[in-house]
């Protein structure tokens, strides 16, 4: 049987990559002046401390993965990983397909058929409550708040969004 990523490992590289980030954010933050200026604090100040706590707080979690005990378990099953990837992968294709198919269409598509197909709930009941929710956010967002989001490929020519 092949063995899974334990809890270590997986520790080891989430605090890895918040030190990683935190030393890209303390370079960019020094770049935009991270002292006190004679009219207050720099620009830069506050995402330096920002970033000096995410990579102490990102050292922490390494040093707590190195020292002995139950980190050792897997970090997962793959029972648990295949559900993961069941949520995640529509995930990434309505992100994929955002620019193309706008945000409303992408929203009931992807409302819809993770209802259809993880939730097993009947297509007839799914989609006039997909549809209902694209014309809901549409209003909602667009004449409601003045938000401006994604537009399909379709709009003007046979849909307002």
Same mark, same amino acid.
């Given at each position: +049987?092949?063995?899974?990523?334990?809890? #270590?490992? *997986?520790? =080891?590289? !989430?605090?890895?990559?918040?030190?990683?980030?935190?030393? %890209?954010? !303390?370079?960019?933050?020094?770049?935009?002046?991270?002292?006190?200026?004679?009219?207050?604090?720099?620009?830069?100040? *506050? @995402?330096?401390?920002?970033? &000096? %706590? +995410?990579?102490?707080?990102?050292?922490?979690?390494?040093?707590?993965?190195?020292? @002995?005990?139950?980190?050792? #378990?897997?970090?997962?099953?793959?029972?648990?990983?295949?559900?993961? $990837?069941? %949520?995640?992968?529509?995930?990434?294709?309505? !992100?994929?397909? &955002?620019?193309? =198919?706008?945000?409303? $269409?992408?929203?009931?598509?992807? +409302?819809?058929?993770?209802?259809?197909?993880?939730?097993?709930?009947?297509?007839? &009941? !799914?989609?006039? &409550?997909? $549809?209902?929710?694209?014309?809901?956010? *549409?209003?909602?967002?667009?004449?409601? *708040?003045?938000?401006?989001?994604?537009?399909? $490929?379709?709009?003007?020519?046979?849909?307002?969004?």
């Amino acid at each position: +049987m092949r063995r899974l990523p334990s809890t #270590r490992h *997986f520790e =080891l590289f !989430v605090g890895a990559a918040f030190v990683t980030l935190a030393l %890209v954010l !303390v370079r960019e933050s020094v770049l935009l002046g991270a002292g006190w200026g004679s009219a207050g604090p720099q620009p830069g100040l *506050f @995402p330096l401390i920002s970033a &000096l %706590v +995410m990579g102490s707080s990102g050292l922490l979690v390494c040093a707590q993965a190195t020292n @002995p005990g139950p980190g050792d #378990r897997p970090f997962a099953e793959q029972s648990e990983l295949v559900e993961v $990837i069941k %949520v995640a992968a529509p995930m990434v294709v309505a !992100v994929l397909v &955002l620019p193309y =198919l706008g945000f409303y $269409i992408v929203t009931a598509l992807y +409302m819809g058929l993770f209802a259809v197909w993880y939730g097993r709930m009947p297509w007839y &009941l !799914v989609l006039p &409550l997909g $549809i209902a929710v694209a014309v809901v956010a *549409f209003y909602a967002f667009e004449q409601g *708040f003045k938000v401006l989001l994604p537009k399909s $490929i379709f709009y003007g020519y046979f849909l307002p969004f």
